[in-house]
């Protein structure tokens, strides 16, 4: 279509930047045009006390220059930063709340000793997942700290972008494939990608155990991977004892898909489904790209998708 709708994603790390324009309906995006790039060493360092970016004259070139070759008059821009740079939380709330800020108020109340930081001075976001019979509300929370978000916020500006929803990684990830996974009540995501894994686990539709932990260099073996993601599971299960999960899905790398689903189908009982962003999108004709190079761009696509 000549005047199809266009949406700009971007995915920010500590190696570099992923650009996408995309097109077509949020449960089936087309990817237009696409940049992977390199920042100089030491550019970002992943921290959610102090602001990211360290070399921000570098920074702020590389985006300028990867968003123009995109060659699009879009300037509004969804951007997924690392689950490092934040923190989530799930928490079921007693207390009913009138408003936005009543509930932002409680919810900063209850947080206040569950972290080595102060969470007033933090940047908080949260959504009403489910409200129980027994009046609990559950609620899904983003935490990230006010220096870290502005930053990010001021040096995208000053490339030539306007940021207008930006969210973690995992979720972008999620979001990518969503149309397909919320099609059962009773699943679970997990996500092998750019150093970290992710566990989501829903039941009856509503995410009930969220978690994203990066794995150090040098540790990302068969091994560490297995205890990490068996140790989750088993968190799920003592919290959630009534809970079931009826399929699993997994995203990893092109050369890591047995290996994953082997490790995620001994954790769970369960025959893990590898999920494959090409049958969740089109790419413009005449448009060659390889697996890993598409693998690459997943959370940044999911992020686009938010505009579309």
């Given at each position: 279509?000549?005047?199809?709708?266009?949406?700009?994603?971007?995915?920010?790390?500590?190696?570099?930047?992923r650009?996408?324009?995309?097109?077509?309906?949020?449960?089936?995006?087309?990817?237009?045009?696409?940049?992977?790039?390199?920042?100089?060493?030491?550019?970002?360092?992943?921290s959610y006390?102090?602001?990211?970016?360290?070399?921000?004259?570098?920074?702020?070139?590389?985006?300028?220059?990867?968003?123009?070759?995109?060659?699009?008059?879009?300037?509004?821009?969804?951007?997924?930063?690392?689950?490092?740079?934040?923190?989530?939380?799930?928490?079921?709330?007693?207390?009913?709340?009138?408003?936005?800020?009543?509930?932002?108020?409680?919810?900063?109340?209850?947080?206040?000793?569950?972290?080595?930081?102060?969470?007033?001075?933090?940047?908080?976001?949260?959504?009403?997942?489910?409200?129980?019979?027994?009046?609990?509300?559950?609620?899904?929370?983003?935490?990230?700290?006010?220096?870290?978000?502005?930053?990010?916020?001021?040096?995208?500006?000053e490339?030539?972008?306007?940021?207008?929803?930006?969210?973690?990684?995992?979720?972008?990830?999620?979001?990518?494939?969503?149309?397909?996974?919320?099609?059962?009540?009773?699943?679970?995501?997990?996500?092998?990608?750019?150093?970290?894994?992710?566990?989501?686990?829903?039941?009856?539709?509503?995410?009930?155990?969220?978690?994203?932990?990066e794995?150090?260099?040098?540790?990302?073996?068969?091994?560490?991977?297995?205890?990490?993601?068996?140790?989750?599971?088993?968190?799920?299960?003592?919290?959630?004892?009534?809970?079931?999960?009826?399929?699993?899905?997994?995203?990893?790398?092109?050369?890591?898909?047995?290996?994953?689903?082997?490790?995620?189908?001994?954790a769970?009982?369960?025959?893990?489904?590898?999920?494959?962003?090409?049958?969740?999108?089109?790419?413009?004709?005449?448009?060659?790209?390889?697996?890993?190079?598409?693998?690459?761009?997943?959370?940044?696509?999911?992020?686009?998708?938010?505009?579309?």
């Amino acid at each position: 279509m000549l005047f199809a709708r266009k949406a700009v994603g971007l995915e920010l790390c500590q190696e570099g930047a992923r650009f996408v324009l995309v097109s077509g309906k949020r449960s089936q995006p087309q990817l237009d045009e696409f940049r992977v790039a390199a920042f100089a060493p030491d550019t970002v360092k992943l921290s959610y006390r102090e602001p990211n970016v360290l070399n921000q004259g570098a920074f702020v070139a590389t985006i300028r220059e990867n968003y123009l070759q995109l060659l699009t008059g879009a300037r509004k821009v969804a951007v997924s930063i690392p689950d490092a740079a934040g923190r989530v939380v799930l928490l079921d709330l007693e207390t009913r709340f009138k408003n936005k800020d009543e509930g932002a108020d409680i919810i900063r109340w209850k947080l206040k000793k569950n972290f080595p930081f102060n969470v007033n001075e933090m940047h908080l976001d949260y959504q009403i997942i489910q409200e129980k019979e027994t009046g609990e509300i559950s609620t899904l929370i983003s935490l990230i700290a006010r220096q870290v978000i502005t930053q990010y916020e001021d040096l995208l500006s000053e490339a030539g972008l306007e940021p207008n929803r930006i969210d973690f990684t995992t979720f972008n990830l999620y979001r990518l494939f969503a149309s397909r996974l919320e099609l059962v009540e009773n699943v679970a995501f997990v996500a092998a990608y750019g150093g970290m894994f992710s566990i989501l686990v829903f039941s009856g539709g509503n995410l009930v155990f969220y978690r994203s932990k990066e794995l150090p260099e040098g540790s990302r073996d068969t091994t560490r991977l297995f205890r990490e993601i068996n140790s989750s599971f088993l968190v799920f299960q003592e919290k959630h004892t009534g809970d079931v999960i009826d399929e699993v899905y997994c995203l990893c790398g092109p050369n890591n898909a047995e290996e994953l689903a082997a490790v995620v189908g001994e954790a769970t009982g369960r025959d893990p489904l590898i999920l494959d962003a090409g049958r969740f999108m089109t790419l413009r004709s005449g448009m060659i790209s390889d697996n890993a190079t598409m693998h690459l761009l997943n959370a940044a696509i999911g992020a686009a998708t938010r505009n579309l």
